[in-house]
């Protein structure tokens, strides 16, 4: 069984960097509760797959630097820090700008069971939309 940190950190190496989705169900529960900067309250591991491709294919290059992780038992909060390359897809309402994107964010994840339960993220979103109008 891994460590609650070793979850975190596959969480956005294997899903949100790499993009295999085929570890949803190994890194989350099925009944994962999901609240983000982007203004969506979700559950379930579709609902958040359909999520995760939205934001990957409007990249070409996605990365998560993961900064800082502290570990409380099954609670875990990571410091993140986001940066792609913005030319495959709309983001945001945007079309493809070809820039590069970075902006910082936290992510606050309940695990149980060696499995991500709940997960509320928040990111810079003022940041963000600058360089997306910019």
């Known amino acids: 069984m891994s460590t609650p940190a ?11 960097e790499r993009g295999d989705l085929g570890q949803l169900p190994v890194l989350m529960h099925e009944d994962v509760a999901f609240q983000g900067t982007f203004g969506q309250v979700m559950r ?5 797959e359909a999520y995760v491709r939205s934001v990957r294919e ?6 998560c630097d993961v900064r800082d992780l502290l570990v409380d038992g099954g609670k875990v909060a990571a410091r ?6 913005h030319d495959a897809g709309p983001f ?8 590069q994107l970075a902006w910082e ?7 149980e069971e060696g499995r991500i ?18």
């Open 117 to 134: 339960r709940h997960l509320w993220v928040m990111g810079d979103m003022l940041g963000l939309m600058g360089q997306l109008q910019g």
């Open 105 to 111: 964010g936290v992510g606050f994840f309940t695990l």
């Open 92 to 99: 945001l309402g945007h079309p493809p700008s070809g820039r």
């Open 80 to 85: 993140v820090g986001f940066s792609g390359t």
């Open 58 to 63: 409007a990249f070409s290059v996605y990365r």
């Open 44 to 48: 379930g591991l579709d609902t958040f």
């Open 6 to 16: 070793a979850i975190v950190r596959a969480f956005y190496a294997d899903l949100w």
